[in-house]
Each structure stands twice: as structure tokens, then as C-alpha cells.
């Protein structure tokens, strides 16, 4: 939230007229937020959170040029992430034969300490969990979660009302819930 | 709005997009619904699984790997833009970068956040502080901080959009922890009035001898010196708990803890003072004889209504003690059926659990306490997904 802060009108403005350095700043600002999105909305494939990355910075890097200040730049942005992870996903429901899921798990991930084991085997849990929402679902828990915008900044990225991003996160919990009713206990949870 | 059912608020509840108001309905249609009340209790559970989710580092090779495929630069308009002042903040930025893995890998995150989640508070009388600072008139209480009131001064705490808590002279709080599935403050000395209006078990107060959660309810906490408490609920419920023990307290009873011992039996208040005596001598003295006769004691003034400490006292006394509670109990509010003494002694729950169902109409009183319906709600709540949920609760 305080690297966000340093990324003002001139800022923007630098990105409008080519600048690198500028977009370098802009890049280091929200690659964290706009991988870990892009992540999750593939099903875990950092592979493929690598490519939508990738592409999702090269559209800013030429569409910024249309930003015009009408909204908040950041509601802006991640409409840009929203469509291009739908769009990412569209594409690989055509490649990937009916019902294949990709592991979430990274085989490189070094194994937790083991007093922390627990709570992180929970979010690989919640990750997967995650992966297996409906995106319409899923994208509001990001924007809520990973960005921590307000129901209206949702709504505005998602184009709809907020009635509908209340009513879509209310289903994604309950989704959430049903799906890891296991984990509804102490030992779960490393306690 | 809220005559209906609220299932599609539930989440904007935990997230504080309600306003107060709507909020303060909400809570209230959810401690008498039984239908909300368990669709809340599964959103929650999805709120608490869905903040579990970290965000991730992006690989240093795609800036790498991206660089080249931009356009090119325009140089001349670079010069002009690309000032001072802005490659400062792409040095504080890398400096931030760095520091913010730095957070991540010694696990300071959360509770850099955690610190930045503070309740309001208002000054009553005096100058209450909050940390090494006095409150003039408000002021804020963050995660970890004491708010503390001298012989002369009060203050009064907004409890995120959930109710309000007012903090009486000589007093030690400390707010442990705000989220939208848990609000839990420390009571180290002193005394608070709380006026909840949240749904069950999201408000907790830490004693040094016991948890009290909020049911849906109003109620006084005093804490001494030695560390005991004692407990008086004016509306609906509180649970008081130490690790496996549990007395719940409904409107016009009170109940004490000691340190190591955890709660004592909860009482009416409008008790005769010989049976409240005795009960204290049954709870804490340490002689087992004078326990027992203390026990008789009770027993011989107990009335219909007393049976909410009697049956507490079925599963914390054993042997003949237990079956002259039983025959007691038996004479003032005969159990239903289904119920027998062999099962009682036993301490069958299923048995226990239908016995406590029937008195809870004479421990409400007549118009006084809490409708028939919600006291109904509360013991399937609490017999439910609470238990489980309550279970997970950090300790």
C-alpha cells in the first residue's frame, strides 16, 4: 500500500510518453498483486501466471496511453487483469481435454518449519479451493483478499453492481466452506 | 430490510460494508434466526479460509524477460519527466521491496497489519490513556496497545460496527484482536459494561481466569487484583470458559472465576443470599467436607429457577453429592421423558441436553429474559457448527 503511494499522476503520465524507468517503477509496484492473481485464476500453473504476467504488463505498457484519469488508476488496472486472466482461461478450456485440473502444489516449494506446517498446508488447501471456483466467484475473492479493494472498487472493476459483488463473494465463501468443511477444526489449523 | 432473512448481507457483514445501523439489525436478526444464523456461521468459516490466502512474489526473471519486448523509449520526453523526485520514489520503492521481504520471511506481516486495525475511543471523564498518550476527548485503541483509566477518568470503546464497551475508573484493557470473524479484548483489572449486538461468538474478553463470549447480549466484567472476576449479564447470553469447563450465564445471572480454577456455577441473582454463599463455598472452597455440607446447604433453598445452577453443578460434583442434585432437581422441575436418573448420573449429554431444553423457559423468568424462540436458537446454535467453530478459535 505505501510502494501504491508513490505511484502518482506523474508517474503515470512518464508511462503515458514511453518512459521505462517509469514503468519499471509501475511494474515493481503491482507484479506481486497481478501474479499472485494470475496465479491463482490458473489454477496454480506459475508457468502459465508467468505468461499472463507478461502479457498483462506489455497491454499496460501500450494501453496506459488511453488512461485518461476518469476512474482510479488501480480500478483501471485491474480490469486490465480481470479480462486478461477470463481470457486466459477461455483459452485454455479449449486446450485442455474435459476435467483436467492442473496441481497447485509447486514441487520447488521448500518444505515450512514444522511449527508453521499446518496453517500453510491450510493455504495450500485454500489455494486449490481457490483454483476450483467459478471465475466469477473466484475474481471477487482476489480483488477482496490479494488486493483488498472495497466492494464499490470491486464493482467497479467487474462491471456490476455492488448487490452483485456481495451476493458473488457470499456464494464464494459459502463454496469455500463446503469444499473445506474438513479443515473445520482445531487440528487443522496447527492448534 | 431486515424483517426478511439476511443470507445476502452476510458477507458484506464480516467486511464492514454495512452502516451501523444496518449492521445493528443484521446481529439482531441473526441471534433469532436459525436459518441465518447457520448460513452466517458457514460464511464466516469461508471468511476466515479465504484471509489464509497469502499473496505471492512474482519471479525476478519477468521484468528480464519483459524488457525487451517493449516499445522503444522516447528519450527527449524521458529527460523532461523522469524527475528527481521520482527516481527518490523508485529508491524507497527498492528499499521498500526489500524490506517487505525482509517482513515476510521474519512472519511480520500480519502483525504489521494487525497494528494497523484500531478501535475508537471516546473519553468519558478524566484523562484515560492509551499507551503513553492521553486521550483529550478521542482517540484510537490499535491491536496491542492498553487503554488505561485512573480513579477519575472512563472511557468508552466502539467495537468495530458491532457494539460498544464502557470502561470504568481504575481499569487495564488491551485489545488483542479486531477481524471480521473474531474482536477479542484483555481485561487485566478493573471492570467494563459491554452492549454487544453481534452475532454469537464474535466477541471475546480474556480475564486472567477465563474467556467470556458474547451470546448476543449486555453485561458487566470486574476483574481484582487476585485476578478472579465476576460476571453479570443484564440481556440474552455470555459463555464463560477455561479450557474445558463452561458455564453459560443468562440475563439476571452472575457468575465468578478464580485463576487456575477457571468459572464457577452461574446463579440468579435474585437467589436467596444463604443458597449464593454456599454456592461459592461448593465452587471454591478447597476442604471436600465442607464442600458437601455447604452442597446441602444449597439444596435446601434452592427454587424452581435455580435448577440453571443445579444442572451446572450435575457435571462438577460426583458420587452421592450428584445424586442428591439429581433428586433435587428432580423434585423442583420433573425431567422430561426420556430422561432417567440412571442416564443423568451417567451424565448422558443427550439426556443432560433435553432436561436444560424444558427448564429453559423458568430460567428466563416470565418477560424478563430472552423469548422462548431465541433461547431455543441459542442452545441449537451452540449445540451446532458453533461448537466446531469455537473449537477453532486461537486460543
Known amino acids: ?191 | 430490510m431486515f424483517s426478511k432473512h439476511v443470507t445476502k448481507d452476510i458477507s458484506a457483514y464480516c467486511h464492514g460494508e454495512l452502516s451501523h445501523e444496518e449492521s445493528k439489525q443484521f446481529a439482531e436478526h441473526i441471534i433469532a434466526c436459525a436459518k441465518c444464523r447457520a448460513k452466517f456461521e458457514e460464511v464466516k468459516l469461508g471468511v476466515k479460509l479465504a484471509e489464509q490466502l497469502p499473496q505471492l512474489t512474482a519471479p525476478d526473471h519477468l521484468w528480464r524477460e519483459l524488457e525487451p519486448l517493449l516499445g522503444r523509449p522516447n528519450e527527449n520526453r524521458s529527460a523532461v519527466v523522469w524527475s528527481w523526485q521520482m527516481k527518490a520514489a523508485a529508491a524507497v520503492l527498492l528499499l521498500l521491496s526489500g524490506w517487505g521481504v525482509w517482513l515476510v520471511y521474519s512472519n511480520r506481516v500480519d502483525a504489521l497489519l494487525a497494528d494497523k486495525r484500531a478501535w475508537r475511543v471516546k473519553r468519558l471523564d478524566g484523562t484515560p490513556t492509551v499507551g503513553a498518550e492521553k486521550i483529550s476527548n478521542n482517540g484510537e485503541l490499535a491491536v496491542g496497545e492498553w487503554l488505561e483509566t485512573d480513579a477519575n477518568s472512563r472511557a468508552q470503546i466502539d467495537v468495530s460496527s458491532i457494539g460498544a464497551v464502557d470502561i470504568d475508573e481504575n481499569t487495564r484493557v488491551r485489545l488483542l484482536e479486531t477481524r471480521p470473524t473474531e474482536h477479542r479484548l484483555e481485561l487485566a483489572r478493573g471492570k467494563m459494561s459491554a452492549h454487544i449486538w453481534a452475532p454469537p461468538r464474535l466477541f471475546f474478553v480474556n480475564t486472567p481466569s477465563a474467556v467470556a463470549a458474547d451470546l448476543g447480549c449486555a453485561y458487566t466484567l470486574e476483574v481484582n487484583d487476585q485476578g478472579s472476576s465476576l460476571l453479570r449479564v443484564t440481556s440474552g447470553w455470555v459463555a464463560l470458559e477455561l479450557e474445558n469447563r463452561e458455564s453459560i450465564v443468562p440475563a439476571g445471572a452472575a457468575c465468578e472465576t478464580r485463576p487456575s480454577l477457571g468459572p464457577g456455577t452461574p446463579y440468579f441473582e435474585d437467589s436467596a443470599a444463604g443458597f449464593q454463599a454456599a454456592l461459592k463455598k461448593v465452587d471454591f472452597d478447597p476442604d471436600a467436607a465442607t464442600r458437601s455440607t455447604a452442597l446441602n446447604a444449597m439444596l435446601d433453598q434452592a427454587r424452581p429457577r435455580d435448577t440453571l445452577t443445579l444442572w451446572h453443578l450435575l457435571t462438577r460434583v460426583e458420587g452421592e453429592d450428584r445424586a442428591r442434585v439429581y433428586d433435587k432437581m428432580a423434585a423442583l422441575f420433573p425431567p422430561p421423558a426420556g430422561v432417567t436418573r440412571e442416564g443423568v448420573l451417567a451424565l448422558n449429554q443427550q439426556m443432560l441436553d433435553s432436561w436444560r431444553d424444558a427448564m429453559e423457559t423458568t430460567w428466563m423468568g416470565f418477560g424478563k429474559g430472552v423469548p422462548k424462540p431465541l433461547a431455543e436458537a441459542y442452545w441449537k446454535f451452540k449445540n451446532g457448527l458453533s461448537r466446531r467453530l469455537k473449537e477453532m478459535a486461537p486460543k
Request: hydrophobic share 40%.
Open chain 1, 1 to 191: 500500500m505505501v510502494a501504491e503511494q508513490l505511484i502518482d499522476g506523474r508517474v503515470i503520465e512518464a508511462c503515458q510518453q514511453g518512459d521505462r524507468a517509469a514503468f519499471q517503477l509501475l511494474f515493481e509496484t503491482y507484479k506481486d498483486k497481478v501474479f499472485s492473481i494470475a496465479v491463482y485464476s490458473s489454477g496454480g500453473d506459475r508457468a502459465v501466471a508467468d505468461d499472463v504476467t507478461q502479457q498483462i504488463f506489455l497491454k499496460l505498457f501500450t494501453a496506459i496511453r488511453q488512461f485518461r484519469g476518469d476512474s482510479e488508476f488501480t480500478t483501471w488496472l485491474y480490469r486490465l487483469v480481470v479480462n486478461a486472466c477470463l481470457d486466459e482461461r477461455r483459452r485454455r478450456r479449449r486446450l485442455l481435454p474435459w476435467g483436467e485440473t492442473v496441481a497447485m502444489r509447486n514441487p520447488s516449494e521448500k518444505k515450512p518449519q514444522e511449527k508453521q506446517y499446518a496453517r500453510l498446508e491450510v493455504a495450500e488447501a485454500v489455494r486449490a479451493a481457490i483454483g476450483e471456483l467459478k471465475p466469477k466467484f473466484r475474481l471477487p475473492i482476489l480483488l477482496k483478499y490479494i488486493e483488498g479493494l472495497s466492494y464499490e472498487e470491486i464493482a467497479s472493476v467487474m462491471g456490476c453492481s455492488k448487490g452483485t459483488v456481495a451476493s458473488r463473494l457470499n456464494r464464494g465463501h459459502s463454496q469455500l466452506a463446503k469444499r473445506l468443511s474438513h479443515l473445520n477444526n482445531p487440528a487443522a489449523w496447527g492448534e
